[in-house]
């Protein structure tokens, strides 16, 4: 929906009043601890904060990984305000419930804790979860570790935890961007046993 669109409906009929006047934008590292099956990690956690304000004295606030997201959240926040109306409904509103996972899969997990890890989140009633894959293979060749080694160990980790959670659970894992399409393609292959459900960022630059 157009600015102008929006300020129709919201009955102003004043685009001015929407135009942007200001963005204010604040990136932040978030320090955090991971905690599961026995391993501790403490991480920072990339953020950031936007705050767009219009003529009309409207603010949106965003934030998220990405500040293009942050942007396009604060945007979303200020039509909202324009209309009073919450988000939910002007994304169309269509199910009363939404499926979620667990990102449960942690590279930093050897491949018993992973299996350990998984157990857990299913005696706590999750039925959907995701593994992280690729560990930085691309981005950190000054590791030793060859990209083809970094699979091979990938592929033994989800087919464990695919042996070990059963058939019925629902597994998908996520490379965070750090294969080459070449190496996505034989990791797909060697954990098709295990019946993904999707393989989420596959290949450098989300290309």
Known sequence: MSTAAIAEEAGSGRLADLEIATVEAHALNVPATIEVAGARRDVNLSVCICEIETKGGIRGHGYAAHAMAAVDIALWDI???????????????????????????????????????AR????????????????????????GRTVKSVIEEDARRVLAVREAVGPDVELFIDANCSLDEYHAFQLAQAIAPARIGFFEEPIAEND
Do not use: C, N
């Open 120 to 143: 857990l989140w299913i005696s706590r009633g999750h039925s959907q979860l995701k593994m992280t894959v690729g560990a930085e293979a691309l981005q950190r060749r000054d590791t």
């Open 79 to 117: 039509r909202g305000k324009a209309l009073v109306q919450p988000i939910w409904r002007l994304m169309g509103g269509a199910r009363k419930k939404v499926p979620v996972y667990t990102t449960f899969g942690f590279a930093f997990l050897d491949r018993d804790q992973l299996v350990e890890a």
